[in-house]
């Protein structure tokens, strides 16, 4: 399979996942949000705090097929400034978002600005995967994927903090220990806390390792379609078995990403990815798949201008004194009073509007790589 051939399942699950990012991230309020779209509290798994690491998981299989010919024919000094520069891109636009305002400077004081975020561990991840991939063959990088997990464990559960062993608590763990020794709480998300700090985020480049292999496998040329849909069965099953196995002495958790939780969300990834695999590429049915893909197409561009947008619907005041998402909220919830479904339903035409930026931008042939 040639890599510049186009894998239906790879843009599919790209697009459901962007998708399912916004959707979770604007809900008409925070205040009434069905379980199922919240993350787990602290320990735990809900659909919600898989969104994530599947992104990640794509990130990773993305790398495969933009890397492996170049990675064949031979690495220039191109292929690293690419890299990068795309890396740069990333971390800054999620500074971006983290620090704009509607008040001159329009920027957040430095002082308080949180450096982790979504697009920050996107562009980090990216990057050391990506040298790895080039410079590893499957092998190294599954030392290095074990490496991390075991490694992590060991950090997580056996440095003693204060003088005492780690609870895995909010208030007992060592990347909560690190976050606020190096961010300080000033640069963080929570007090105690941030869901992509700085120790936190090793892990998160196992997820992507994890969908490299995904991807190496894809792209073999001496496998069938049905062979390779039993590998990424296989795996995913196992990955679920020892994930869940060891999630009892080291518990599932999205903010401290732990290594179990790693092998959870790879083997479902795993699965969803094979059933998409599957129905996709093997059977030829993609019709129903065509609005995924239209988000996939420029899924960075689409989620940025979602935080953007939802960031200044948040700020700009009305002449009422609420903001615009308050309003526009207010006049759906008095139509739907069930708060819950409400909020819900909000999310869903949020949903809407940007498929309809992805639909005009992919009709126009306009496909920002950043």
């Given at each position: ?264 969300t790879g083997g479902w990834a795993s699965l969803v990815y094979a059933a998409t695999y599957y129905v ?91």
């Amino acid at each position: 399979m040639s890599t510049k051939q186009r894998i239906l399942s790879v843009d599919i699950f790209r697009g459901v996942t962007i998708a399912a990012m916004i959707l979770v991230n604007n809900p008409g309020t925070w205040s009434a949000i069905y379980p199922p779209l919240e993350h787990a509290e602290w320990h735990g798994l809900t659909p919600t705090d898989l969104i994530f690491p599947f992104f990640l998981f794509i990130v990773g299989m993305s790398i495969t097929f933009a890397y492996t010919g170049k990675k064949e024919r031979g690495i220039t000094p191109d292929v690293y400034k690419k890299i990068i520069s795309r890396t740069l891109k990333l971390i800054g636009l999620g500074l971006i978002l983290a620090g704009f305002t509607i008040h001159f400077p329009f920027f957040k004081d430095l002082s308080t600005l949180r450096f982790p975020g979504v697009l920050q561990r996107i562009g980090v991840v990216f990057f050391f995967a990506s040298l790895m991939f080039l410079h590893m063959n499957w092998k190294g990088l599954m030392a290095v994927f074990v490496t991390i997990l075991i490694g992590y464990w060991l950090m997580m559960t056996q440095i003693p903090i204060h003088g005492e062993m780690p609870l895995l608590t909010k208030e007992s763990n060592l990347a909560s220990v690190v976050d606020l020794k190096i961010l300080t709480v000033d640069h963080m998300w929570k007090t105690l806390w941030d869901p992509e700090g700085i120790l936190s985020t090793l892990p998160s480049i196992a997820t992507t390792i994890f969908g490299i292999f995904l991807g190496m496998i894809t792209l073999r040329k001496d496998k069938t379609h049905q062979e390779k849909l039993k590998y990424f069965i296989i795996i995913g099953i196992i990955a679920l078995i020892i994930g869940y196995a060891w999630s009892t002495v080291f518990p599932l958790n999205k903010a401290l990403w732990t290594s179990s939780f790693v092998l959870v969300t790879g083997g479902w990834a795993s699965l969803v990815y094979a059933a998409t695999y599957y129905v996709a590429d093997i059977l030829g049915h993609s019709e129903w798949g065509k609005p995924a893909i239209v988000f996939g197409s420029n899924a960075i561009t689409v989620f940025f201008l979602s935080g953007v947008i939802g960031r200044l619907f948040g700020m700009i005041k009305l002449s009422n004194g609420k903001s615009i998402h308050a309003n526009l909220y207010a006049m759906l919830s008095s139509i739907i009073t069930d708060p819950k479904l409400s909020s819900m339903i909000y999310a869903v035409f949020v949903i809407i509007f940007y498929y309809f930026v992805a639909l005009f931008m992919y009709k126009k042939k306009i496909f920002i790589k950043v």
